[in-house]
T-cell receptor, first 111, second 115 residues
Framework: EDQVTQSPEALRLQEGESSSLNCSYT??????LFWYRQDPGKGPEFLFT???AGEEKEKERLKATLTKKESFLHITAPKPEDSATYLC????????????FGSGTRLSIRP | EAQVTQNPRYLITVTGKKLTVTCSQN?????MSWYRQDPGLGLRQIYY???????DKGDVPEGYKVSRKEKRNFPLILESPSPNQTSLYFC??????????????FGPGTRLTVL
């Protein structure tokens, strides 16, 4: 069964304290892995798509990496405005329509 | 501005009273989808539509109906809502429905409470 697991559920960091969020996935052939940011009371906002192991994408203080079993979202020197829930999702090769989401990591950055 | 809109944003209703949540996108996207989000369960797909007049079930379709008569609109219908349908609902759209992935745009969400 296709599955996405994110860890930790919640993470509290001090401003400037770098860390990583994990997304482990089990899927029958990966078509793509996606990261979204979700602020309270809002819809998810697209961040990255990764397609193959070894691929990396960067955006400001965020960097996403992909292996055959998991993806990491690295946050370098975070600021309070990076506080949000980060969602990981995968699309299997067998399905053009189905995107499976993890339950997210709630990130809080203290000033 | 490119966007997905949903209405209403908040709704409190009673068991059994039919309701419709509207969703509209102005990006000429082929693919549209409905999700519900519950604590600890993440986003789960309810229904999706690959194009006009083409809809299919997602992971949790029971108790919901959809229709896609126009490309821009994809309403979610709850014919007889029950308390277990209390949730946060998101509509989303993306450019193509073929075997490729494009960025998915989400609406702002509809918080539904069924008493």
């Amino acid at each position: 069964e296709d599955q996405v697991t994110q860890s930790p559920e919640a993470l509290r960091l001090q401003e400037g304290e770098s860390s990583s969020l994990n997304c482990s996935y089990t899927v029958s052939g990966l078509r793509g892995l996606f990261w979204y940011r979700q602020d309270p009371g809002k819809g998810p906002e697209f961040l990255f798509t990764l397609y193959s192991a070894g691929e990396e994408k960067e955006k400001e203080r965020l960097k996403a990496t992909l292996t055959k079993k998991e993806s990491f979202l690295h946050i370098t020197a975070p600021k309070p405005e990076d506080s949000a829930t980060y969602l990981c999702a995968v699309q299997a090769e067998s399905s053009a329509s189905k995107i499976i989401f993890g339950s997210g990591t709630r990130l809080s950055i203290r000033p | 501005e490119a966007q997905v809109t949903q209405n209403p944003r908040y709704l409190i209703t009673v068991t059994g009273k039919k309701l419709t949540v509207t969703c509209s996108q102005n990006m000429n996207h082929e693919y549209m989808s409905w999700y519900r989000q519950d604590p600890g369960l993440g986003l789960r797909q309810i229904y999706y539509s690959m194009n006009v007049e083409v809809t299919d079930k997602g992971d949790v379709p029971e108790g919901y109906k959809v229709s896609r008569k126009e490309k821009r609109n994809f309403p979610l219908i709850l014919e007889s809502p029950s308390p277990n349908q209390t949730s946060l609902y998101f509509c989303a759209s993306r450019l193509t429905s073929a075997f490729s992935y494009n960025e998915q745009f989400f609406g702002p969400g509809t918080r539904l409470t069924v008493l």
